[in-house]
């Protein structure tokens, strides 16, 4: 199961909901004391090339990172690539789950993403003995893995590769079969809707890189699990569950009355809820989040919590433009994110709150300053705990609607370039080696668009301005200020 990952290069991406500034939110929300992301120590079991781990620790300067992978190749490459951007908060260790290092200590936040479902049986064992030995007493693991019922469908798709690729061997041969039958079976317009769902599902599998698809769906072992086997071992293991790391899919959004009726009808309990919340939606993969079973937990989220965090939203206002220090009009207002999630709202506190986010975007605003700013627009008359109160309510409500971001601390990220732009050291590095994508301050992944793109980012080390970038890359300072424009927006360079 090991040696294949040295086989072939993963691609080292950057996990957005595994980072503990997203997972400490969800912790609070839900009454866990967990230790604040800005100086964590976090343990990422199966980091495989350290893509994930690094990110993290060039956002998290103040925060140790461990990354442990029984796969050496994978473990060089992703040290080499540390040193090359001069992460000095981050290790990559050879090691295995069975047999964990005792002086590493304990860690806040312990990360397992793309694992469990990878291993065979007494690994997944091992795997969660170990994140229970190793968590802090208020510690939060993240654990991913395919879930069924939806990954029926993988099974489909995999038992027709496996059987396609029987006597084929090498990654390059396996990758070439397998895009072979897939073409093949999505170019054939069989009508059936069980036809079309399999096809649906392989041109998805032709779309996502060839790392990803040797190693999660060519691979030898790819278990998925019923949400509640998955509880049920952890549970054996002490750990319990906390919550989903993207709360969005635990909510009834879109279904109708009759599933609430169904839902009212079951126990009450969160386990119960989250697994036929998969058979409504079909789900195929599942984030969990766990902690240890002692912990006592509040289901009712704690929405007082949201005045501790750092907001941020992509979310602009549809239509109308902010009139610069008039008063708001008392129209209803929508704010649209770019993936099309929206929020409306006529209240003036609220709407200068979204301003002020949108002028701040890709960066965060802390609760505080946004609760100044809302103050102001809802003028003299209104006391500012009624108005901060309203603000967390509807912030809460806006992250739960996935219009806006709340985060543990603030991503150390500018939404402008300034006269000396200065790029993440990792992305500089990834540039430089040539990756598929770089990790932006975010924790997200950005593909470089074009050669200028690829020759300025190197350049951004905080040592030159417009013209020296001009020079140094053959463009016009016009072209220059339009990719270091997109940078920013992307999250890639500081403040
Ligand atoms: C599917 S890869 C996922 C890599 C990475 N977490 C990601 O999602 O991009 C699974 C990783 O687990 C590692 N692994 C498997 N069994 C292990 C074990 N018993 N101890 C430590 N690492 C193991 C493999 O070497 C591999 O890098």
Known sequence: VVSAYDQLTY?????????????EVLARLFGVAAAPAATCRVL???????????????TLPGAEVVGIDAAPGAIARGTVLAQAAELENVTLRVGTFEALDAELGSFDYVI?????SWIPPQARAALLACVRERMAPAGVAFVSYNAYPGSYLRDMARDML???????????ARLAGAHALMET????????????VLREHLERMLGVHDALLFHDDLAEISTPFYFHEFVEHATEHGLRFLAEADLFESQMRG?????????????????????????FKNRMFRQTLLCHGEMPLRRALDEAAVMSFAVSSLARADGLAQADG???????????????FAMTTSEPHVRAAMYALADAAPGTVAFAALLDIAAVAAGPGAPREVVAERLREVLLQAYLARVVGLHGSAPPVSGRPGALARASALARA??????????????????????????????????????????????????IDAALTRFASAGLLHG
């Open 11 to 23: 691609p080292g991406f950057a996990y957005p909901s595994t980072h503990p500034w997203r997972v």
């Open 162 to 172: 496996r059987y396609h690729l029987r006597d084929v061997s090498g990654p390059a």
């Open 430 to 479: 990834q540039c430089a080696a040539s990756a598929p994508a770089v990790s932006s301050l975010l924790h997200t992944n950005v593909a470089l668009d074009g050669q200028l793109e690829q020759a300025l980012l190197p350049l951004l080390d905080g040592t030159r301005d417009r013209g020296a970038l001009a020079a140094g890359t053959g463009a016009s300072e016009a072209a």
């Open 255 to 279: 279904v109708p009355d009759s599933a609430g009726q169904l839902m009212a009808s079951l126990p009450d309990d969160a386990v119960v809820r989250e697994q036929y919340l998969d058979f």
């Open 44 to 58: 990422e079991l199966g980091c495989g090339d350290g893509g994930n781990a690094l990110s993290i620790a060039q």
């Open 326 to 340: 008039e008063a708001f009009p008392d129209d209803e207002e929508t704010f649209s994110t770019p993936e099309g």
């Open 185 to 196: 079976i999505v170019a054939i317009d069989e009508p059936s809707p069980y036809a079309r």
């Open 112 to 116: 397992a993403h793309g694992v469990y």
